[in-house]
């Protein structure tokens, strides 16, 4: 007897679309077809969709953030909120402060998440300080215990890497078969056009996204894919923003380098013209790269149809808006270079790009799929075993009602911030059952008692790590 069967859906892998009945035994996909025998419980699909669990690779919770300011969401709010949006597994951000040990900063991180999870998770280094010791030893030893991924920036004072960093990092990288994300812009000319911004009084929301423009990510974005063929690594750009830098990733695969393309839901669905908020409501969108204007948007769009894009991510980032250690801190209350870089998103991830993609016709559902599942576990070493429908793969599935139409409101969100940037966006298509390592977790907007048992993943070496 099976202990659980999914019985009368449509399943959508990145490949196909097919219908049939999913057998599940002790946590994993046993059987996929039509009458396969009895089960101990069943779950009806008939008129949904059957898809892999989304997998989000690019979050941020429980992350120190800067003095006197607080991330809105812990493990528990973060993950549990990841869940409701159709998510089963994350993978959020292990921040090495300067002077401090990757693995030191990875204990107390594991001490955050333990217990505390509705949905599994992996995490990702981010290399603030590439000491020695941590490319010598630290990192090395760290990747053969299943830390197979890190991420290093280009902008922000406290994190930036100058270019020689960067290299040792991308060269530790090569040796030891990590992959490397970079966030893309140029901190240099960000804090001159600070400074030109603030000399001439202008201080608001809005002189975020004109102190970060295009050509700033555009420059740092070429800079990268430089440096990681200086060394002959691949590499992963996270968060692209824009046609410029999307054409700085097809003229590195035109030469042959392996890069792989991320964008997010702000870059889709907002502007530029969202930070001019009045009462410094503008504060609630402040991210990096800023949202970009309409030309960008459709460009993002065309870089998710014809696969210029391999990952579509949240980057989930959240702050409270009315709250003293969030965007309306005392010093961000009069300067926008002080709101907290970050917007929340974990939770509608995945349906807006079910209705604004699917439901839209601009992609199909194993496109969908691919982008919101298969490709994260393809490049972070967790594939074949999360991030598809198959004989042998966890049984993380999301079934879709693709129905069912909400206006999003963040009065029925789940995160722990206090608003949502796509207030008030009508949405066709919600996923209504969560199965996660065989249980079913949640149903009809509600978690089960097995909710909260969400397990850490050890990851293998991506396929695309080492040399070109």
């Given at each position: 007897m099976f202990d659980l069967l999914i019985r009368g859906g449509t399943i959508a892998t990145a490949s196909d679309v097919f219908e049939a009945d999913v057998a599940v035994k002790d946590g994993v996909i046993v059987q996929i077809g039509r009458d396969l025998g009895p089960s101990a419980e069943t779950v009806g699909a008939s008129g949904r969709y059957v898809l892999p669990g989304g997998i989000d690779s690019h979050v941020h919770i429980s992350q120190p953030s800067g003095e006197g300011i607080v991330m809105a969401d812990d493990f528990e709010s973060g993950t549990r909120s990841a869940l409701f949006g159709g998510n089963t597994t994350i993978m959020p951000f292990c921040l090495q402060r300067k002077g401090e040990g990757l693995r030191a900063a990875l204990k107390d991180y594991h001490a955050l998440a333990e217990g505390n999870c509705y949905t599994d998770v992996s995490f990702h280094m981010i290399v603030s300080d590439p000491s020695a010791q941590v490319l010598g030893q630290e990192l090395p030893a760290l990747v053969e215990d299943g830390y197979t991924s890190l991420k290093v920036f280009m902008t922000y004072e406290d994190l930036r890497l100058s270019d020689a960093q960067i290299l040792g990092v991308l060269d530790t990288a090569r040796r030891t078969g990590a992959l490397v994300m970079v966030h893309c812009e140029n901190e240099d000319a960000i804090r001159y056009l600070v400074g030109v911004h603030e000399a001439e009084g202008r201080v608001e929301p809005k002189s975020h996204a004109t102190t970060r423009p295009i050509a700033a990510e555009r420059e740092a974005t070429h800079r990268a894919l430089s440096l990681a063929e200086i060394v002959d690594t691949p590499l992963v750009i996270v968060h692209v923003s824009n046609r410029e830098s999307m054409e700085e990733i097809e003229r590195a695969r035109r030469r042959g380098r392996k890069v792989i393309g991320e964008t997010c839901p702000q870059y889709l669905m907002l502007t530029a013209e969202d930070l001019d908020g009045m009462d410094w409501e503008g504060a609630k969108f402040v991210c990096s790269p800023p949202p970009r204007d309409k030309e960008s948007q459709v460009a993002c769009w065309e870089g998710i149809e014809r696969g210029v894009f391999d990952l579509y991510s949240s980057d989930h980032c959240p702050f409270r808006y009315e709250d003293d250690h969030g965007k309306l801190n005392p010093k961000g209350r009069e300067n926008f270079r002080h709101i907290p870089n970050g917007i929340p998103g974990i939770e509608t991830r995945l349906p807006i790009l079910f209705s604004e993609g699917v439901m839209k016709g601009r992609i199909d559902l194993p496109r969908f799929v691919a982008l919101t599942s298969t490709n994260h576990a393809k490049t972070y070493g967790l594939y074949p075993r999360k991030g598809t429908i198959a004989i042998g793969a966890d049984a993380d599935l999301a079934i879709w009602d693709p129905n069912e139409t909400r206006t999003i409101r963040h009065a029925d969100l789940h995160d722990a911030s206090d608003y949502s940037?796509?207030?008030?966006?009508?949405?066709?298509?919600?996923?209504?059952?969560?199965?996660?390592?065989?249980?079913?977790?949640?149903?009809?907007?509600?978690?089960?008692?097995?909710?909260?048992?969400?397990?850490?993943?050890?990851?293998?070496?991506?396929?695309?790590?080492?040399?070109?």
């Open positions: 940037p796509y207030e008030g966006l009508a949405i066709t298509g919600w996923p209504t059952t969560i199965i996660r390592g065989g249980k079913v977790v949640l149903e009809a907007g509600e978690l089960t008692e097995a909710a909260r048992a969400g397990r850490y993943l050890e990851r293998k070496r991506s396929p695309l790590a080492g040399p070109v």
